[in-house]
């Protein structure tokens, strides 16, 4: 999923673009893809682009009469700045004075959205609520960390409590604040939370940088949640940038988590639930185990 790093690349790429354009027409290729009625789509057609914000994960397109259109990438929803046909993942097309943009998702799942609001208080109805840690003073984080308690990984990535954090920024926050995914954030010290603040300044402000200054050369088309420059995410089986470590993960509901074992779970290996349950005294706690069992196996094939 389209992460803060990569609304704002897509927020340059557009008030690049759109801002002071017309919108000529829209083109929904999906009939679900729009989720509301009021305000009208009609509303908008004819209408100037006045602003581009984040909303969390959201992108909204402000227009002149007030009317705000947001944009709900999801997992697999991306943006491009091309004259092209639609196809099957196409869910909407937007010609505006200067140019078309179109709105796609990847798979069958169709989770991606459009909205329209009225206003900055109908806009206000679909903010998440979670506070920006960039702007967040170190107390409001903690507070906010732990309100609830939670692993780092759930809070992290709860729209809720922080906005624009999602999984794959999230295992690059914990690996760079040396924390366990699974850690509860009842159990952190004073000093691990300020290590937990400061390295999701750091990792979002890095990748933030990193990423505009790709979209100030072209329209940002191949957003992905896998770059070669990440440390953990999406590196299983690869050495830890840090320490050597061979990168571990799990995988629970329709995420992952990432990690090292040496920087972040003192050597331990975290289990999926339903794969610990099912190893139950078999499942290996630390490297060295899993190394054994390695060896066992292929000594028996």
């Known amino acids: ?32 893809v729009l989720r509301t009625v009021q305000p009208s789509v009609t509303e908008i057609k004819g209408r100037k ?3 581009v914000r984040r909303l ?17 990438l999801m997992i697999a929803g991306r943006l491009h700045w091309r004259d092209s046909k639609p196809n099957k993942q196409t869910l909407a097309s937007f010609v505006f004075s200067n140019g078309k943009l179109m709105f796609t998702e990847a798979g069958s ?10 206003g900055h208080a109908g806009l206000k109805e679909h903010d ?16 906010a960390l732990t309100s609830e308690n939670h692993t780092l990984k759930r809070s992290l990535t709860d729209p809720h409590i922080f906005s624009g954090i999602g999984n794959a920024y999230s295992d690059e926050i914990l690996h760079e604040a040396r924390l366990s995914p699974m850690q509860l954030t009842s159990r952190l010290s004073d000093e691990e ?22 979209a100030k050369k072209a ?10 420059e990440m440390a953990v995410h999406g590196k299983y ?53 899993m190394e054994r069992h390695k060896a066992v196996r292929g000594k028996s094939t």
């Open 1 to 32: 999923m389209p992460e803060l790093p990569d609304i704002l690349a897509y927020i340059d790429a557009l008030e690049d673009r759109i801002i002071g354009e017309t919108l000529l027409d829209i083109t929904f290729h999906n009939p679900f």
């Open 49 to 51: 682009v006045l602003g």
């Open 56 to 72: 969390g994960k959201r992108i909204a397109l402000e227009f002149d009469n007030g009317v705000f259109l947001i944009i709900h």
């Open 109 to 118: 799942q169709k989770r991606a959205s459009i909205y329209l609001a009225q």
């Open 128 to 143: 998440p609520g979670g506070i920006e840690v960039m702007e967040s003073g170190f107390e409001e984080f903690r507070d």
């Open 193 to 214: 939370i300020r290590r937990l603040y400061e390295a999701v300044r750091s990792t979002l402000a890095l990748w933030s940088e990193r990423l505009r200054a790709e």
């Open 219 to 228: 329209f940002p088309e191949k957003v992905t949640a896998f770059r070669p």
């Open 237 to 289: 089986g690869q050495p830890c940038p840090r320490c050597g470590t061979p990168i571990q993960r799990i995988s629970y509901a329709q995420n992952e988590a990432n990690y090292c074992p040496k920087c972040q779970t003192a050597g331990k290996l975290l289990a999926d639930r339903a794969l610990s349950r099912l190893l139950k005294k078999d499942w290996p706690k630390t490297l060295e185990e």
